[in-house]
């Protein structure tokens, strides 16, 4: 390994504006010490290397100049490990990964934004503490970060904390920051590229604009002055949207995990208004989605809009254990489905529930 010390050093020194008698001073030796390094004379003590990286905000690795590629190396093998755990609904475990690797190397931005979206993924509602530290590592993204999608993820994510935490002055302000919806790197992408990668380019900006237009359906949901048949009505264009790209006869994908959820929330309001065979009818839709959620495999899809693009479920991460099936069945305790528990209806789509869910319930099992 090729060590070059002194040029190091003297980057470091400069770029924190620090003198070579103030880093001595820090360490306890003299600044003939630190001169004879930053010559090339000589070499710190090992046991002075951790202290001295910890001084600059870097690591050892860092201060030795070990090789760029090896420290992505190590970042890409936290990645593969913590999306494991993401892979099986286990965030905390993840979240954990995540905070080694940006202990590690404190100085990668990447390590910053990784940790800050899982901190928020997993969703932990009311935690002072944990909101603060998510704003923390957002801001210090936006502050020194100069990848765009870095920078885009921070203000997203600040923006849901801050308008979480009630402040809507501020979630404002960094929604202000977001990027337009015209000037999209899918978009520009879409319009440069030729030939198949140009199509497959084109095809992932119409699946994406599709998935983000579902979504701000159904946000319709959570706003005030909205009736229950409002917002069915946005739910069932949501799960329209959701479903526009793919053929009728085609396993419709990671789609069916909000199909899923859109039909069981339909279900839901129906059951409210005492509208029982709607209600039926939705948790039908629900479970079949569901169900179908669970076999999905690594393919591509057939529909001509989409079928250059290949879903890999193996890449597929969630903030819950079990599958979507357990998460039906979890809804079907609600108190507002009380009135239909004895229908034989209600008792062949739990039946369908149980057989394909991962997790153990109880006497349902």
């Known amino acids: ?19 070579q008698e103030a880093l001595a001073d820090h360490l306890g030796l003299t600044p003939q010490s630190v001169g004879k390094w930053e010559r090339g004379e000589g070499f710190p003590d090992i046991t002075l290397l951790p202290a001295i990286a910890l001084y600059f905000g870097i690591t050892v690795d860092e201060l030795l100049g070990v090789d760029q590629a090896r420290i992505d190396e190590k970042l890409a093998a936290y990645d593969r490990e913590a999306h494991e755990y993401l892979h099986a609904g286990k965030v905390s475990d993840a979240i954990a990964v995540r905070e080694r690797a940006y202990k590690e190397f404190p100085n990668d931005l990447g390590a910053a934004v990784d940790l800050m979206n899982d901190l928020y993924f997993e969703n932990v509602a009311g935690q002072r503490e944990r909101a603060e530290r998510i704003i923390e590592l957002g801001e210090r993204i936006i502050d020194e970060s100069r990848v765009t999608r870095q920078r885009e993820s921070a203000i997203q994510i600040l923006t849901y904390v801050y308008h979480d935490l009630g402040d809507k002055e501020t979630a404002l302000k ?24 140009g199509i497959k380019c084109a095809q992932s900006y119409i699946q994406n604009l599709l998935l983000l237009c579902s979504l701000s359906a159904r946000s319709l949901t959570g706003k005030a002055d909205m009736t229950p048949e409002e917002k069915i009505k946005a739910l069932e264009f949501a799960v329209a949207v959701r479903l526009l790209p793919y053929d009728a006869d085609e396993n419709v994908g990671f789609a069916a995990l909000g199909v899923s959820q859109d039909c069981s929330e339909i279900a839901s309001y129906y059951a409210r208004l005492g509208r029982y065979e709607e209600s039926f009818d939705a948790l039908e839709r629900a479970a079949r989605y569901a169900v179908d959620s669970t076999m999905r495999e690594k393919r ?66």
């Open 1 to 19: 390994m090729n060590i070059n010390m002194k040029e190091k050093l003297r980057e470091l020194r400069k770029k924190k504006n620090v003198t």
């Open 174 to 197: 960094y929604a202000d920051m977001g990027g337009d919806l015209y000037t999209t790197s899918y978009d520009l992408r879409a319009s440069v590229l030729d030939g198949e990668e």
């Open 300 to 365: 591509r899809f057939k529909s001509f809009i989409v079928n250059r693009i290949e879903e890999d479920p193996s890449r597929m991460t969630k903030n819950y254990e079990g599958n979507a099936c357990d998460l039906r069945l979890t809804a079907l305790r609600a108190g507002e489905f009380d009135a239909m528990r004895g229908d034989e209806r209600f008792a062949r789509i739990k039946a369908e529930l149980l057989a394909h869910a991962e997790l153990a319930h109880g006497e349902e099992k």
